[in-house]
C-alpha cells in the first residue's frame, strides 16, 4: 500500500505539468489563460495560430497520461500492483491534469491527457477514440463537441473491444468511465456555448467569442 501511495502521488504530480503553459512560456506566446477559453489546452493554444505550440502542447499532456500508466503497467506487476493501482493511476494523472498543485488546482480539460491513458491501456482504443474526435472535429468544427463525442464512445469501444463485457477488466472500465464523466463535467462551459450557438470553431477568426 505505502508505495501505491507513492505511485499514486507521481502520477497526480506528472499530471500536473501544464504543458500548455510550459510550451507557450518556452516559445515566447502568451499564457493561455489569458485568451480564448482561458482553457490551458492544445485547442487554446492553437488560437494564438501557433499550431507548432498546439501540437507540443497536446503531445505534452498526452505523453504524461501514457508515461504514468505505462510506467505501472511495466513495473507494477513485479510489485503487487495489479489492475486496481493501474485503474487508480490513470485517474491520478487525470486529475493532476484537471486540479495542477502547480497551477493553484486550475488545470484544464483533460482531453490530451485522456488520450495518453487510453494509448497505454489499449492502443487500438485510442486509435478509435482519437478518429470519433477526428471525424466529428472536421465535420463541425468544434474541438470540445469532438472531445465530448470521443469521451462517450471511449467506454462503449472498450467494453465491447475486451470481447465481452464481463470479461473487460472491471476497475480499468470503471476509470475510463469516470475519466469520460469528468472531461464532460470540465466541458460544461463549452456545452452552454455549444447550446447557444457562441463556441469558437477550430480555425474560426479570432475574434469569434470562445
Ligand atoms: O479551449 O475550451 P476550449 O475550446 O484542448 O478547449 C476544448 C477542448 C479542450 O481540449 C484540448 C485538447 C485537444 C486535444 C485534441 C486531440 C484529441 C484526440 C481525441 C481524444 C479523446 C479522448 C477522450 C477519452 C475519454 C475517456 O476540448
Not at 14 to 40: I, K
Not at 51 to 70: E, F, Q, R, S
Not at 90 to 108: D, E, M, Q, S, W
Request: net charge positive; charged share 10%; aromatic share 10%.
Amino acid at each position: 500500500l505505502p508505495l501505491l501511495l507513492l505511485v499514486l502521488a507521481a502520477a497526480y504530480l506528472v499530471g500536473s505539468v501544464p504543458f500548455a503553459v510550459v510550451v507557450s512560456r518556452l516559445m515566447g506566446l502568451q499564457d493561455p489563460r489569458s485568451y480564448g477559453s482561458g482553457n490551458p489546452g492544445a485547442t487554446n493554444v492553437l488560437r494564438t495560430g501557433n499550431k507548432l505550440a498546439a501540437a507540443l502542447t497536446l503531445v505534452g499532456d498526452a505523453a504524461k497520461g501514457w508515461l504514468a500508466v505505462w510506467a505501472v503497467e511495466t513495473w507494477g506487476p513485479a510489485h503487487g500492483l495489479g489492475s486496481v493501482a493501474l485503474a487508480l493511476t490513470a485517474l491520478a494523472v487525470f486529475l493532476g491534469h484537471l486540479y495542477p498543485v502547480f497551477l493553484r488546482f486550475k488545470g484544464g480539460k483533460g482531453v490530451a491527457t485522456a488520450l495518453g491513458v487510453l494509448l497505454a491501456i489499449q492502443p487500438w482504443l485510442a486509435l478509435a477514440t482519437a478518429l470519433t474526435w477526428l471525424v466529428v472535429a472536421v465535420c463541425f468544427r468544434y474541438s470540445s463537441l469532438a472531445a465530448l463525442v470521443a469521451a462517450l464512445f471511449a467506454p462503449v469501444y472498450y467494453l465491447f473491444g475486451s470481447g465481452i463485457v464481463w470479461y473487460a477488466a472491471r476497475p480499468v472500465a470503471a476509470a475510463i468511465a469516470v475519466i469520460g464523466l469528468l472531461l464532460i463535467w470540465r466541458h460544461r462551459g463549452n456545452i452552454s456555448r455549444l447550446m447557444d450557438g457562441t463556441e469558437g470553431r477550430i480555425g474560426g477568426k479570432k475574434k469569434d467569442p470562445q
